[in-house]
């Protein structure tokens, strides 16, 4: 029997990551080159197929033992018909029919699926999530995004939208979202809110170790924060500490949802460790009910960047599995 | 080809409702007897196989035609070995096997389901979620309980406790619950919530039309909240429109968990009609995100309380089609 071997291509506005993974999710070869986004999708199309290419060549494998592509893009998007709708960060992308397009090129059955379900279902076969049949994910970032597994499945919703996990509603009239909504989980656990709500309480005149940074012109990010709440300034302290409770309910909300027995954060905040993991147990420990053990394991990542192609090439092989390739 | 029958037992603390129906969920015999809990779990096991006898003699059926029976049933559950864990309102249930028992006294196929996600299952096949393959269900009784519908399956979880809509954080901090926690939806737009938050506001002094009933010892419930609401009470109206609009924030937060097609509200409080419906419509429109098109369509319930013992029916029958029978 030949070797069945999975590729997944991370689309991001930057770059394009990509991996050829086997059955197992054994990690044969990957590479990560740039998009190039500024040149419009065939360009960009051209470079996926491209990147295909070398990854083979890169392990000296070759395309007959590829059972099935994988990529996870950005933005709305249909799984079903293969198609990216219009990405904020791929400009000049309208109704791509990308899935057919790169099996067109490439001569390789492909799926397409959003880029928060590829890395909830790389950490779910291949990362933190490996054990289980029931997982979220939460992706703390710029915002927040968020994969749901369902009895081994991804959870697409009607439309195609489900898992925005970042504009649950945590705090009611609570802080504005981008999305148009008020108190978004997004407003309060990202990486960009936890620095802008520094940056503002410091601008609207509280006091903070951080404020010599804003004052000197240098960029507060949440790990900044970060380090001054460890560092006991009690502005950051407070936001950190904010951040993770928000994040707690978030969780308490998902247990009562979908009842999954393991959360898994990810994304650029996790950099923190444990003293973001220990905050948002402690509070999810003092949120969640008493009336039944049926809490989730809260755990961290563990497949960093490259949960996307890992998870991509993943759901080619679920796809592959379930006879849908 | 024979006829396939089900029948749908829904097994509450008082009651015990049967029905019997076809394919085509077409209610051909029901009815109601008591429970009779106080005599132990023999006792109502033979009950509810006495209605299972009672409700074909009623049709005039024979039983070679039951493809299947369903029993929906309160509290902690195993779906999965057909167990009765520890209902609040049947006492000394203590890990009853009541599939296993009902099957082998009527010596029909049996499966057990959560009496919640019986009737949402009931809706979801014969009432206001037909048409759908994605729906949500809030039942706004005593409590707040709740029902998930993904790709026409019932969502369960890891624990088989999914879906306890009720226990959904949307007040951080707010009113404590009987659960343990604090700010559940269930604290706020439950009928007992809606009538105890009137009564507590007139002890603390609030005054209120609502003041006379219970200076004269009458009992204050949700529909007389609604009503003096309904008059122009202010305090009354404050409460019923947060009612409304906590749900609406549970809405939005079920729209981005699992972006159903449908939400469906049922339960006692849905007898206000339009009062709640077009409340909990314009709050969730005003709160609800605007970047993405895949907003839920809010409807009210429609099969009243039939809907758990024709969900019980139609749980065999999903059973009886997946060949799990």
Chains 1, 2 share one sequence.
């Not at 080159?33 to 990854?55: K, N």
């Not at 893009?73 to 219009?86: D, N, Q, R, T």
Request: hydrophobic share 45%; glycine share 12%; proline share 4%.
């Amino acid at each position: 029997m030949t070797r069945q071997l999975f590729v997944g291509v991370d689309l991001g506005g930057t770059n394009i990551k990509a991996g050829l993974l086997d059955d197992q999710a054994n990690l044969l070869a990957r590479l990560s080159i740039a998009t190039e986004a500024e040149h419009g999708p065939d360009h960009v199309i051209a470079r996926i197929v491209q990147a295909i290419d070398q990854v083979l060549a890169q392990a000296g494998l070759p395309r007959q033992d590829v059972a099935g592509v994988g990529i996870g893009a950005p933005g709305a998007m249909s799984h079903k018909k293969g198609l990216i709708i219009a990405p904020p960060n791929l400009p000049g992308w309208h109704n791509v029919p990308l899935r057919d397009r790169v099996a067109a090129l490439s001569g390789l059955p492909t799926v397409l699926e959003n880029d928060a379900n590829a890395a909830a279902w790389g950490e779910f076969w291949a990362g933190a999530g490996r054990g289980t049949d029931n997982m979220v994910m939460f992706t703390l970032g710029t915002g927040v995004g968020g994969g749901i597994i369902i009895d081994g499945q991804i959870l697409r919703g009607a439309f195609d939208n489900a898992a925005e996990l970042g504009h649950m509603i945590v705090k009611p009239g609570g802080r504005p979202c981008g999305c148009g909504q008020r108190g978004c989980l997004e407003a309060y656990s990202s990486a960009a809110a936890t620095a802008r709500r520094a940056i503002e309480a410091i601008q609207a005149g509280q006091d903070s170790s951080l404020k010599a940074r804003l004052e000197a012109g240098q960029p507060v990010e949440s790990r900044h924060v970060e380090q001054a709440a460890r560092a006991g300034d009690p502005l950051a302290e407070r936001i950190w500490d904010e951040a993770c409770y928000y994040l707690a309910i978030a969780c308490v909300n998902v247990q009562h949802f979908c009842n999954p027995q393991r959360v898994v954060l990810a994304g650029g905040m996790i950099g923190a460790g444990a003293f973001l993991l220990d905050r948002v147990r402690k509070h999810f420990d003092q949120q969640t009910w008493t009336v039944a053990q049926d809490r989730p394991e809260i755990a961290l990542a563990t497949l960093g960047n490259e949960a996307g192609f890992i998870g991509a090439a993943g759901a080619a092989r679920l796809a592959h599995q379930q006879g849908q390739l």
